[in-house]
């Protein structure tokens, strides 16, 4: 193996990037100095804004990778990159929109049908339409293909009944990918009968529960189903090829921007708060003259800008069409695993000045709060950490 | 895959196959007991022309871009060999941006103050005149630490208050002499009367400074992958409870973690190459242009900002070169590396015998070489600060507790001139 084998190599972003994101941080802007919203730790699972939803899609910058006849805009994803990481440097609220736009959006293009592309695409674009995730169950967190919700066949279409559960946003969203049983395991080939459909949420038989987390806010949901009908139309892709399906959205999921940035605001006011002390008390103590605090900054720094450059190479190859997994599983693993660091330097810098977390706070003491009650999901959701190591481990060592 | 791509997939695969021959672990093991280098590979690359990719033509060099050079230096990390090759790589790109012939040999680059070699016993230039210029002052003069100064043509940089000036030194073989944990040569390198002075553009010793950090980290990506291959080798070989270390989850683990340091260095060194590629660069200089009185930050410096052509060029003593968190992260993972490939060889891996020592000790010196990480986080962490002031955000910051977070000069920063190019 040679240097540059773990990873793809870097590409250029394409041109009219550094536009597009004057345009979006003009949006941005524009938004905050309305008081439109305040920016917080974490807003792509907890800032759920429809009207700022709404505005985004407005501007082009929902579901923009949909070809214009469904709607969207046609861009590509390297340009939904740029967009999605300045939204998520500006702690912006994109949480009501975030699965319609990272996933089924990407998802319906690929596998959907054509009415199916129809009839949701658009909405996606428009900023209207919000769906939430339904693969964890009870029974399967890590052990995804221990799913046990199961679709039975019925006259022209499924029934289906079984629990998901960390849904966020599902009391919300307007349906449901769902990965379910629609066959039984072949022996031990658990990744058999698994198949994806569309499920919509509004209809007897949906139950939907709320699990408060321990911020106080409502973002996760038990979801039941009992006996709820789904029609052929709903089956996204191949009945039976779920597992693939799901796997290959996984990539994209796993090395998005949002696996560096969701504590990036805290990290932004924290170095806005060093700076400003070290101007006001001339030479300063937290500022240039200080090597433990600058360089407890660019431990910080040096790494989100690397981790940085690790998930542009993975967005690259995704859009070349590879499937860099083993990469895209390292750049989550490493990620989130700075989103948390962020927290402790900021805690250790910010001591002095007797900052502490309060849920209450403005400024660093809120943001505190809000990333180090978030901070246990960082490295859980999207697949633990501890699975994607031994899926890294198994790539590079028993392949 | 493109022409060029093919290209530099042929002149990657030259150059690791000659290393792969010369560098076997007895040969690297023996240069390092021995006289610190190995002369035969030294000719051998010399012959190839390997030695001056890279390196303009017109100048002496071989010509090629900086992929080329950049890809022999991961080469030569990852083979651990035992000769100047990154070093005078880097040289020759010095010496052909300056204008200046280069010579034959094996050559290595010194910065006259700062991060690199610090002046020993003697007078910093520009105290007195230059040093070896009219026949005495700064005479005497030492850099410390130079990599393989005793036998190479040592390439020194600076500046002074009459501007920017290289010295070529001839390897004398003179001054103290010293190693690095690996047994690479680290030498004094002593200003002479003999040394030739050149006044160069302003610039040009802070290019060099860059130049030292870029192919210092090369050899640490390089170093760091061998170091994953080494411990992924060895943990399926290696049977324990009867079955392959690979197999154990907890050994998994720790592979993988290893593993993202690799990638985050891999990936950031990538990064500042292609940043300095006319290809990549080109669509996103102009990119950086149309950012206009929009853009909120530093990031509409201009094109190359923070990145190595821009060093010390007017206006880009404002920003700080991504190379600075090049060498950062290089730094800071290649402990990391070292660290776990030694845990996961066990105590076979700590003998004299075992050549994993050739390889986590180049990492253990090489991390401090050409500026710590300690010295890179503090000159990056700085930067960041400056970036927040820059925009005012930091001063809204401090009176509202924060209260516009989300609007500093961070982010603008991170994403644009601190590597711009790909990172626009």
């Known amino acids: ?399 | 895959m493109t022409a060029a791509d093919g290209e530099r997939e042929l002149l990657r695969r030259t150059v690791e196959d000659l290393l792969a021959r010369h560098c076997t672990p007895a040969r690297v093991a023996a240069a390092a007991a021995g006289s610190g280098w190995d002369a035969s590979l030294w000719q051998a690359l010399e012959e190839t022309g390997l030695t001056l990719a890279g390196s303009p033509e017109e100048a002496g060099g071989s010509g090629g871009d900086l992929f080329a050079a950049a890809d022999i230096a991961v080469a030569a990390g990852a083979a651990a060999a035992p000769v100047p090759l990154a070093e005078t790589l880097a040289a020759g790109m010095l010496l052909g941006r300056a204008g200046l012939a280069i010579p034959s040999g094996p050559l290595t680059v010194a910065v006259a103050s700062g991060p690199g070699a610090a002046l020993g016993s003697g007078r910093v230039p520009g105290s007195g005149g230059r040093p070896g210029s009219g026949g005495g002052p700064g005479s005497g003069a030492g850099l410390r630490r130079v990599p393989y100064g005793r036998l190479a043509t040592t390439v020194a940089a600076g500046s002074d208050g009459d501007g920017d000036w290289l010295a070529v030194i001839a390897p004398a073989g003179r001054g103290g002499t010293g190693r690095n944990l690996a047994g690479e040569p680290r030498d004094e390198v002593i200003f002479g009367g003999d040394a030739e002075v050149y006044d160069v553009p302003a610039g040009t010793a802070d290019y060099a400074r860059c130049l030292l950090r870029l192919f210092r980290s090369l050899l640490i990506a390089g170093a760091a992958q061998r170091a994953l291959d080494l411990t992924v080798t060895y943990v399926q070989e290696r049977e324990q409870f009867g079955r392959p270390l690979a197999r154990f989850p907890t050994v998994q683990q720790e592979l993988a973690r290893m593993a993202g340091e690799v990638a985050l260095i891999s990936a950031a060194t990538q990064a500042a190459v292609a940043a300095e590629d006319p290809a990549t660069k080109g669509p996103a200089a102009e990119d950086l242009a149309a950012e206009g009185p929009a853009a909120e930050g530093p990031a509409a410096e201009g094109p190359a900002a923070g990145g190595l052509a821009g060093a010390g060029q007017p206006g880009a003593g404002e920003g700080v070169s991504a190379v600075v968190a090049v060498k950062a992260q290089a730094s800071s993972g290649a402990g990391v590396v070292a660290a776990i490939a030694h845990q996961l060889h066990g105590a076979i891996g700590t003998t004299e015998e075992h050549r994993l020592r050739l390889t986590t000790t180049r990492l253990w010196s090489w991390r401090d070489e050409d500026g710590s990480e300690a010295e890179c986080f503090a000159e990056l962490g700085r930067a960041a600060l400056a970036a927040a002031t820059a925009t005012g955000a930091g001063a809204e910051a401090g009176t509202g507790t924060g209260a516009r977070a989300g609007a500093g000069g961070l982010w603008p920063w991170l994403s644009g001139s601190l590597g711009a190019g790909t990172a626009v």
């Not at chain 1, 695993?337 to 910010?350: F, G, N």
């Open chain 1, 1 to 399: 193996m040679r240097d540059g084998t773990l990873l793809p190599p870097v590409r250029p972003l394409p041109a009219g990037a550094a536009e597009l994101r004057s345009q979006v941080r003009g949006f941005l802007s524009a938004e905050r100095t309305a008081g439109r919203f305040v920016p917080a730790c974490d807003a792509w699972l907890s800032g759920w804004d429809e009207s700022f939803s709404r505005r985004l899609a407005d501007h082009g910058w929902v579901g923009m990778t949909i070809p214009r006849e469904y709607g969207g805009q046609g861009r590509s994803a390297l340009e939904r990159y740029v967009v999605v990481e300045e939204l998520l440097a500006a702690g912006a609220p994109v949480a009501a929109h975030w699965v319609s736009d990272r996933q089924v959006g990407p998802n319906l293009l690929r596998y959907g049908s054509e009415p199916l592309k129809r009839r949701y695409l658009p909405a996606i674009a428009q900023g209207t339409c919000y769906f939430a995730i339904g693969l964890s169950e009870p029974d399967a967190g890590s052990d995804l293909a221990a799913v046990r919700t199961t679709g039975t066949r019925a006259d022209g279409g499924w029934t289906v009944s079984g629990t998901k559960i960390w849904t966020s946003g599902a009391h919300r969203a307007h349906a449901l990918i769902a990965l379910l049983r629609t066959a039984p395991p072949d022996g031990r080939q658990r990744h058999v009968g698994l198949s994806q459909l569309l499920i919509e949420l509004d209809q007897p038989g949906v139950t939907i529960r709320p699990i408060i987390s321990m911020t106080g806010e409502h973002h996760f949901n038990e979801v039941v189903f009992d006996a709820v009908f789904v029609p052929d139309e709903q089956v996204v892709g191949t009945i039976g090829d779920g597992w693939a399906q799901v796997t290959s959205e996984l990539a994209y999921e796993r090395s998005g921007p949002e696996r560096l940035l969701s504590t990036f605001v805290l990290l932004d006011t924290l170095v806005g708060e060093l700076a400003a002390r070290s101007g006001d008390s001339g030479s300063g103590d937290l500022g240039s003259g200080d090597l433990g605090s600058a360089g407890a900054v660019g431990r910080v720094v040096a790494r989100l800008w690397a981790c940085r450059q690790m998930s542009l190479a993975v967005a690259g190859a995704l859009a070349a069409g590879e499937a860099p997994e083993i990469a895209a599983a390292l750049v989550k693993d490493v990620g989130t695993r700075l989103e948390s660091e962020i927290i402790e330097v900021a805690r250790m810098l910010t001591a002095t000045l007797r900052v502490e977390p309060d849920p209450e706070g403005s400024g660093m003491a809120g943001l505190l709060a809000q990333a180090i009650l978030h901070a246990p999901g960082f490295t859980l959701r999207g697949g633990t950490n501890e699975i994607l190591r031994g899926i890294v481990a198994r790539g590079l060592a028993l392949r």
